[in-house]
């Protein structure tokens, strides 16, 4: 499957944006599909998942509550609305694919095997 991400940008603190993550391949509902981020000078972290077919999500404690993942798999994309967005938001969000992951793997990113190319948030205080 290969991934495309899009929808990053420069905005303010408390604004809101969506990111989307668009899927090539037609077996996209078999995927689970994660966010990651990466500020400059850290290490890439989690910040959402979504599950395959049914969809249950999981989120980094630092953006539940005001990130949101949905899929749409007859779109083959997934977006991940931020609301309410901080200055320490600020990152490449990549998003990434895995057809075979586990529960226990989903926060790692060395998990998934398939990755877009990233797209920047910027959040301006």
């Known amino acids: 499957v290969q991934l495309q991400a899009s929808g990053g940008g420069l905005v303010q603190a408390g604004d809101s944006l969506r990111l989307s993550c668009a899927a090539s391949?037609?077996?996209?509902?078999?995927?689970?599909i994660g966010w990651f981020r990466q500020a400059p000078g850290k290490e890439r972290e989690f910040v959402a998942v979504?599950?395959?077919?049914?969809?249950?999500?999981y989120y980094a404690d630092s953006v539940k509550g005001r990130f949101t993942i949905t899929r749409d798999n007859a779109q083959h994309t997934v977006h991940l609305q931020m609301n309410n967005l901080k200055p320490e938001d600020t990152a490449v969000y990549y998003c990434?694919?895995?057809?075979?992951?586990?529960?226990?793997?989903?926060?790692?990113?060395?998990?998934?095997?398939?990755w877009g190319q990233g797209t920047l948030v910027t959040v301006s205080s």
């Open positions: 990434a694919a895995d057809r075979q992951i586990i529960l226990k793997g989903i926060y790692r990113s060395d998990q998934y095997d398939y």
């Open positions: 391949g037609r077996t996209f509902s078999e995927y689970t």
């Open positions: 979504i599950w395959r077919r049914g969809g249950n999500t």
